[in-house]
C-alpha cells in the first residue's frame, strides 16, 4: 500500500491500517490534500480546505477510538468552530462560525478529523449543485454533468476519491439524490435522530444530517458516531442509539419490501427503471419477499413539500439581513434600503424564489390555503408510511427519476429541478429514514452514469435499511466500480 | 356631550427567571454590553432554542394568580418581522394557543393614586385579561450621533404579555391596574416589575366615544410607557386629545403614538397603512409541551395575594382595613410586619410603630423596607418594652432613634442610657405633691374648673422626673390630688 492509493480506500479499510499503525494519521491528511489538489481542480467539491488544523488533530488523533484518525469532510452548511460556514451564499462571507454543530463534537469524540468544506446549492436549496453562490462542482463520473445536489459537494469529494467520508444534509432528497447520481451511498437519518444543532437550517420540520460515504459499512460508522439526543436540539429524540456497524450482517431472509405503486410512474428514465426492476428481482433472490404497496397522496408530496420547505425557509432565511455578519451592501439611505439591497445583492435567484413563495404562502388570506393544508396533507403523507410499514419492513424505489443530467439542462425550468425529488421529498415529509446505494448504470453518450435504489425505512429503523443496504451491495458489484476522474490514478 | 373613555392594555413584563428563555446565557440587568450572549441569543446561523420550563412555569403561576384558563399545551410561533433589535428577525411568541386566557386584576383602593383614592368610581373594580402568553425580548438599541449599537444582553430574556380588556375608562384605573398587578408578580416571585429597569412595560389602546354610543371609538395605540405615573398622564392627555378632536368634528384614525413625558405630549408614530402582516406559523424548532405536568407543582407555588393578606391581617392582627392595605401593599413591609408582629402582644401598635416612625425614619435616610436598619423582632422588642411599661412612648422614640442610627437593641440601648419608666406610685405621689405646692396658681386654677393647667402640671413632673415618669400615672395623680 503505498501513498497514492491511501485516497480510494473506505473508512472501514483505514481503520485497520490506522489500528495495525500501518499508516498515521498524517500521512492519511497528506494522500488527501495530495489528491484534492490533483482532482478538485477539476471537480470542485471542496469550498475550504483547513489543513493545518487538521494536521494538529491528526498528531494528537487516537486511532483506537471508533473513527481515531479519519479525515471526514462537512457540507459547509454545518458549523465547524473557526472555519468559514458559507452555505455557498455570498450573504454569508467573511462569517466563521464561533461555535460547533452537536454533530461535529460528536465526530471529534469518536477521534473523527474534520478538515474540509464541501460546496452546496446555496443553503441546501437545489438538486444539482448549480445554486452555488461561489463555485460549480462537477460530477466526478461525467464533468460535463452535475454531481446532484444540495449536498453535491460531499458527494463529488466521496466518489472521486478526495474524501473518505463526507456528511451531508437532507432536507427533500439532498443527500440521497447526490449520493445516487454520484455511485456513493448516502444515508438520511430518521428525522431527530441526528442533533441539528449548529447545522444552518432552510427547512426546520425537514432537515436531517446524515453521512454520504463508499460503502454501507462505512455510513454505519459514521451514524454511530454522530447519531443521538442532543439537550440543545428540542427536536433530537431521546432514544437509544444501536451499534449500526455490529448490526450489518443479517440476511435477506424473512424480509418484506414494499414496492410503491405510485413511484413507478411515467417520466422515469428507462435505464433507471431496469436498473431498479433489476434490484428487486436480486433483493428478491436474496430471500425478500416483495410486496405491492400504495401510498396513495403521492401525488401531493411535492407541492406540499415546496409549500412546507419554503415557508420555514422564508423565516430561517431572515436572519441574514447585513446586521451583525455576512455581506452587508453600502450606503443604504436607510434601514429598509439596508435590508433590501443586502438581501438582494446577497442571496442568489433561486433562494429568493424560496423565500418570495414561502413568505407568500404564510401571509395574511393565503396561510389557511396553502401553509395550514400543506400541513394537513402532510399528516395523510405521514399515514401512508404507516400504513405500508404494517405490511412492509422497508421501501424500494428509485432514488432519482433520471440520472446525472448536464449542467443547465434543468435550470431554465424550476419545477423540471423540483421534480427529481419526487422520490425522495416524501420520507422527509414523514420523518422516515431512507438510503440509496448504487444499483447500476446509465449508458447515455457512452458515458457510464451511475444510478441509485431508494430505501426508506420506519423511524428509527436505520439498522434495517442499511441491513438491507448492504446485504444488496455485498452481493452486488456496483460499489466496486469508481468514477473515471479517480480510476485513472488509483490505477496510475 | 359626555365621552367615555375605554382603554386596554398590554403589559410585557420581563420573568425573573436565571436564564433567558431559550438559552442559558444569565438574565442580568446592567451588564457591560453583549455579555450575556451565545449564538442562540444572537441568532447566529444552525441556533436552536431550547424552552425554558421555569419561564413556562412562571408564566402558568401568573395565570393561576390572577385566575386565568391554563392552555392544555404550550407551544410557539414565530412572529415574523425585520428590525435591527431582532437577530433573528422572527420573534418566538405565542400566537393562537396562548398559555393563559381570561383571568383578572381587582383594582385595590390604595392601588389608585394618593390623590384620587377619595374619587374612586368603581370601587373593587375588577379588569377583565384577554390573555397571557410567553414570548423571548429583543435586543435594546442606543442610538448614537451617527450610528446605532445594539445591546443583546436583553435579547431572549423571557418576557410575559398580559392584554387585558378594554375596560379600564380612566387614566387613574389604568394606574390601579398597573399597582395591582405589579403587586401580584411581585407577590408570586415572577418578576421585580421595576419600570425604570424596563422589567415592566406598557402599551395603551385607548378609544373614546360618546356615551351614548355602543361599540367602541376607534382605537389609538401608544407605544412604550415606562412608568406607572406617565401611562397616567399619557392616558389624561390622549383622552382629553382625543374628546377635543371628537368635539371639532374631527374623525379620528387608526395610529399609533408615542409619549414624549418631558412635552407632557402624545405624537403621531404611524398610520394604520404600515400595519404589519407576522406572518405567524408554529416553530418548527421547538417542540409543544402539556402544562399538565407541570401545574401540580405551579399550583403549590400560588402564594397569598394581597387581597387575602389584607383580610387576614386584620382579622389575625386587629389592625385597621387601611393599614393593612397600606403593610399589604409592599410583599417586603408585609413580611416585616408579620415577623416583627409574631411574638408581640399588641401587634397593631407594631403596625403603627411601623407605618409611622419607621416608614418616616427610613424615607429620612433615603432606605426602604428592604435595607431597614432594625431587624423586625428588634422592633418587636422595643414595642414590648414601652407596651408593658418598661418605657414610656417618649422614652421609646428615643431609644427607636438611636436603634435605627446603630443598629443596637432596644434592651442594650435601655440599659446602657439607663432609661427607665418611673412607675412607683409613692415615688410619683412626693413628685406631684413637690410640684402643686410649687405651682399654686396652676393648681387653684385648675380647682377654679379649667382643665387647661393639669397639662403644665404633668409637664412639671414629667421635667422633675426627667422624663422617666410614667406620664399616665402622672395624669392621674395629679388629677386625683387636685380633686380631693
Redesign the interface.
Known amino acids: 500500500m503505498t501513498a497514492k492509493d491511501l485516497p480510494a480506500l473506505g473508512i472501514a479499510e483505514l481503520q485497520s491500517l490506522l489500528r495495525q499503525r500501518e499508516v498515521s494519521p498524517r500521512e492519511l491528511l497528506e494522500a488527501l490534500r495530495d489528491r484534492i489538489e490533483i482532482v478538485d481542480r477539476e471537480v470542485g467539491a471542496y469550498l475550504s480546505l483547513d489543513f493545518e488544523a487538521a494536521d494538529k488533530e491528526a498528531e494528537k488523533a487516537n486511532v483506537d477510538l471508533p473513527l481515531g484518525g479519519v479525515p471526514i469532510a462537512i457540507k459547509d452548511i454545518i458549523s465547524v468552530a473557526g472555519q468559514p460556514c458559507t452555505c455557498a451564499s455570498k450573504i454569508l462571507r467573511g462569517y466563521r462560525a464561533p461555535y460547533n454543530a452537536t454533530v461535529i463534537g460528536k465526530l471529534r469524540a469518536a477521534g473523527a478529523i474534520p478538515f474540509g468544506k464541501t460546496n452546496l446549492d446555496e443553503f441546501a436549496m437545489g438538486s444539482s449543485t448549480e445554486n452555488s453562490g461561489i463555485k460549480l462542482t462537477r460530477n466526478p463520473w461525467e464533468l460535463s454533468c452535475v454531481p446532484g445536489g444540495s449536498s453535491g459537494g460531499s458527494a463529488a469529494a466521496v466518489a472521486s476519491d478526495t474524501a473518505f467520508g463526507a456528511l451531508g444534509t437532507d432536507t427533500g432528497g439532498s443527500i440521497r439524490q447526490p449520493a445516487a447520481l454520484t455511485g456513493i451511498v448516502g444515508l438520511k437519518p430518521t428525522y431527530g435522530r441526528v442533533s441539528r444543532f449548529g447545522l444552518v437550517a432552510f427547512a426546520s420540520s425537514l432537515d436531517q444530517i446524515g453521512p454520504l460515504t463508499k460503502t454501507v459499512r462505512d455510513a454505519a460508522l459514521i451514524m454511530n458516531a454522530i447519531a443521538g439526543h442532543d439537550p440543545q436540539d428540542s427536536t433530537s429524540l431521546d432514544e437509544p442509539v444501536p451499534d449500526y456497524a455490529v448490526a450489518l450482517d443479517h440476511d435477506l431472509r424473512g424480509v418484506k419490501l414494499g414496492l410503491p405503486k405510485e413511484y413507478m410512474v411515467e417520466g422515469i428514465d428507462p435505464q433507471v427503471k431496469t436498473a431498479i426492476d433489476a434490484a428487486v428481482k436480486h433483493l428478491n433472490s436474496l430471500g425478500a419477499e416483495i410486496v405491492d404497496v400504495s401510498l396513495p397522496h403521492t401525488e401531493y408530496a411535492t407541492a406540499v413539500y415546496y409549500i412546507l420547505a419554503t415557508a420555514e425557509a422564508s423565516a430561517n432565511l431572515a436572519r441574514f439581513d447585513g446586521v451583525r455578519y455576512g455581506y452587508r451592501t453600502e450606503n443604504p439611505k436607510d434601514l429598509l434600503d439596508h435590508y433590501g439591497r443586502t438581501r438582494e445583492e446577497g442571496f442568489g435567484p433561486e433562494v429568493k424564489r424560496r423565500i418570495i413563495l414561502g413568505t407568500y404562502v404564510l401571509s395574511s388570506g393565503y396561510y389557511d390555503a396553502y401553509y395550514l393544508r400543506a400541513q394537513k396533507v402532510r399528516e395523510l403523507i405521514r399515514q401512508d408510511f404507516s400504513k405500508v410499514f404494517e405490511k412492509a419492513d422497508a421501501l424500494i424505489s428509485p432514488t432519482s427519476p433520471v440520472p446525472a443530467f448536464k449542467f443547465g439542462e434543468r435550470t431554465a425550468d424550476p419545477l423540471q429541478m423540483y421534480l427529481t425529488d419526487i422520490f425522495t421529498c416524501s420520507a422527509n415529509l414523514a420523518g422516515i429514514c431512507g438510503i440509496s446505494v448504487q444499483c447500476g448504470f446509465a449508458e447515455i453518450d457512452e458515458k457510464r452514469l451511475p444510478i441509485g435504489l431508494q430505501l426508506l425505512g420506519k423511524p428509527l429503523d436505520e439498522a434495517r435499511i442499511l441491513q438491507i443496504a448492504h446485504a444488496f451491495e455485498q452481493s452486488t458489484e456496483w460499489h466496486k466500480a469508481c468514477a473515471p476522474i479517480a480510476a485513472t490514478l488509483r490505477n496510475a | 356631550m359626555k365621552y367615555v373613555a375605554a382603554v386596554g392594555l398590554e403589559v410585557h413584563v420581563q420573568l425573573k427567571t436565571r436564564s433567558k428563555m431559550f438559552c442559558a446565557c444569565p438574565v442580568e440587568f446592567g451588564a457591560e454590553p453583549n455579555t450575556h450572549t451565545c449564538?442562540v441569543c444572537?441568532?447566529?446561523?444552525?441556533?436552536?432554542?431550547?424552552?425554558n420550563h421555569e419561564a413556562l412555569r412562571m408564566t402558568v403561576l401568573t395565570g393561576l394568580m390572577l385566575g386565568c384558563d391554563i392552555a392544555p399545551i404550550c407551544k410557539f410561533d414565530?412572529k415574523?418581522y425585520?428590525y435591527?433589535d431582532m437577530?433573528?428577525?422572527?420573534q418566538i411568541s405565542q400566537y393562537d394557543m396562548p398559555l393563559c386566557t381570561n383571568g383578572s386584576v381587582s383594582l385595590h383602593d390604595l392601588a389608585y393614586p394618593k390623590d384620587a383614592q377619595k374619587n374612586i368610581v368603581t370601587p373593587d373594580k375588577e379588569v377583565h385579561l384577554v390573555r397571557i402568553h410567553l414570548e423571548e425580548d429583543v435586543a435594546k438599541s442606543f442610538h448614537f450621533e451617527n450610528s446605532t449599537g445594539?445591546d443583546f444582553n436583553r435579547a431572549g430574556t423571557p418576557l410575559m404579555e398580559i392584554v387585558t380588556q378594554p375596560e379600564i375608562n380612566s387614566p387613574e384605573e389604568a394606574f390601579a391596574f398597573l399597582t395591582s398587578l405589579k403587586q401580584i408578580l411581585i407577590y408570586g416571585g415572577v418578576s421585580d416589575a421595576e419600570m425604570e429597569k424596563g422589567q415592566l412595560r406598557c402599551d395603551c389602546n385607548i378609544s373614546v366615544r360618546p356615551e351614548k354610543q355602543a361599540g367602541l371609538g376607534v382605537k389609538i395605540e401608544i407605544k412604550n410607557m415606562n412608568s406607572i405615573s406617565g401611562v397616567r398622564r399619557a392616558l389624561a392627555y390622549e383622552i382629553q386629545r382625543q374628546i377635543s378632536a371628537l368635539e371639532t368634528g374631527e374623525k379620528l384614525e387608526q395610529e399609533t403614538r408615542g409619549w414624549d413625558d418631558a412635552a407632557g405630549e402624545t405624537f403621531l408614530m404611524r398610520t394604520k397603512e404600515f400595519a404589519h402582516?407576522y406572518?405567524?406559523?408554529p416553530d418548527?424548532?421547538?417542540?409543544p409541551v402539556t402544562t399538565e405536568v407541570l401545574l401540580a407543582d405551579v399550583r403549590s407555588r400560588v402564594p397569598e395575594l394581597p387581597k387575602a393578606k389584607r383580610a387576614r391581617f386584620v382579622q389575625q392582627y386587629q389592625v385597621s382595613a387601611y393599614d393593612a392595605g397600606v403593610l399589604a401593599n409592599d410583599l417586603v413591609l408585609a413580611r416585616y410586619f408579620e415577623a416583627a408582629a409574631k411574638g408581640a402582644k399588641k401587634p397593631k401598635n407594631v403596625a403603627n410603630w411601623i407605618l409611622n416612625d419607621l416608614q418616616n425614619a427610613l424615607s429620612g435616610a433615603g432606605k426602604t423596607i428592604s435595607d431597614c436598619p432594625i431587624p423586625p423582632e428588634a422592633l418587636d422588642e422595643l414595642v414590648n418594652l414601652i407596651d408593658s411599661g418598661k418605657i414610656s412612648g417618649k422614652q421609646g422614640k428615643e431609644v427607636f432613634a438611636e436603634m435605627f442610627a446603630t443598629g443596637k437593641r432596644a434592651a442594650a440601648i435601655v440599659k446602657e442610657k439607663g432609661i427607665k419608666q418611673l412607675s412607683d406610685l409613692s415615688a410619683i405621689e412626693a413628685l406631684c405633691d413637690e410640684v402643686i405646692s410649687a405651682n399654686p396658681k396652676a393648681a387653684a386654677d385648675f380647682k377654679a374648673g379649667n382643665v387647661a393647667p393639669l397639662n403644665f402640671l404633668k409637664g412639671q413632673v414629667m421635667k422633675l422626673s426627667k422624663g422617666k415618669a410614667n406620664p399616665q400615672l402622672a395624669g392621674e395623680i395629679l388629677e386625683r390630688k387636685l380633686k380631693s
Not at chain 2, 444572537?42 to 431550547?50: C, K, Q, T, Y
Open positions: 449564538p444572537l441568532g447566529l446561523p444552525g441556533a436552536l432554542p431550547v424552552m414565530r415574523n425585520f435591527p437577530p433573528k428577525n422572527y445594539i402582516d406572518r405567524y406559523f418548527p424548532d421547538l417542540v
